[in-house]
T-cell receptor, first 108, second 113 residues
Framework: GQQVMQIPQYQHVQEGEDFTTYCNSS?????IQWYKQRPGGHPVFLIQ?????EVKKQKRLTFQFGEAKKNSSLHITATQTTDVGTYFC????????FGTGTSLTVIP | NAGVMQNPRHLVRRRGQEARLRCSPM?????VYWYRQLPEEGLKFMVY????????ESGMPKERFSAEFPKEGPSILRIQQVVRGDSAAYFC???????????FGPGTRLTVT
């Protein structure tokens, strides 16, 4: 069946270091969305990518959709303590399949 | 514009009781999704509804679970004869279009004792 995997599952970084999470699907996706969930909170939409090879930036965050539309990445430059949380990708192929998430801890 | 509302925020049920979780989507949104999240785990899709219709319920257990989104009123996720394994956070999300960004509610934390 459809699976969306994310790596790594956990990541601890020093404040100021970069962070990347990778999302891989077993099948081609029509689009991919990224969400952030703070501890104890609910997922909040960050961005949607639709086109093959698409790259979008939001301040220190860079999102990329693979050429084959089966993988995606989120890169955060110079992490801050406010970046703490779990980052989920959600791939669309008839229904939304959420990835397993990457939990980011930023050490001040 | 109020966000997605869910109630109750916390629900405690004894084994065998029924749990009813409510979700009011954002104004103008006719697409509603329900997800379940276990501690330290990701979101598992349960069901996707549009007004009065179930579009996709492939993620929902065949027994004890049901969902509806009536013409008037909130979407309801109903769990009959709850068991301890049903304890989880249940999130509802709404969207204005079928492939659009999803706006999540604060979730209902269900505890089955």
């Amino acid at each position: 069946g459809q699976q969306v995997m994310q790596i790594p599952q956990y990541q601890h970084v020093q404040e100021g270091e970069d962070f990347t999470t990778y999302c891989n699907s077993s099948t081609t996706l029509s689009n991919i969305q990224w969400y952030k969930q703070r501890p104890g909170g609910h997922p909040v939409f960050l961005i949607q990518l639709v086109k093959s090879g698409e790259v979008k930036k939001q301040k220190r965050l860079t999102f990329q959709f693979g050429e084959a539309k089966k993988n995606s990445s989120l890169h955060i430059t110079a992490t801050q303590t406010t970046d703490v949380g779990t980052y989920f990708c959600a791939g669309r192929n008839n229904q939304f399949y959420f990835g397993t998430g990457t939990s980011l801890t930023v050490i001040p | 514009n109020a966000g997605v509302m869910q109630n109750p925020r916390h629900l405690v049920r004894r084994r065998g009781q029924e749990a009813r979780l409510r979700c009011s989507p954002m104004k103008g949104h006719s697409h509603v999704y329900w997800y379940r999240q276990l501690p330290e785990e990701g979101l598992k899709f349960m069901v996707y509804l549009q007004k009065e219709n179930i579009i996709d319920e492939s993620g929902m257990p065949k027994e004890r679970f049901s969902a509806e989104f009536p013409k008037e009123g909130p979407s309801i996720l109903r769990i009959q004869q709850v068991v301890r394994g049903d304890s989880a956070a249940y999130f509802c999300a709404s969207s204005p279009i079928s492939q659009g960004e999803q706006y999540f509610g604060p979730g209902t934390r269900l505890t089955v004792t």
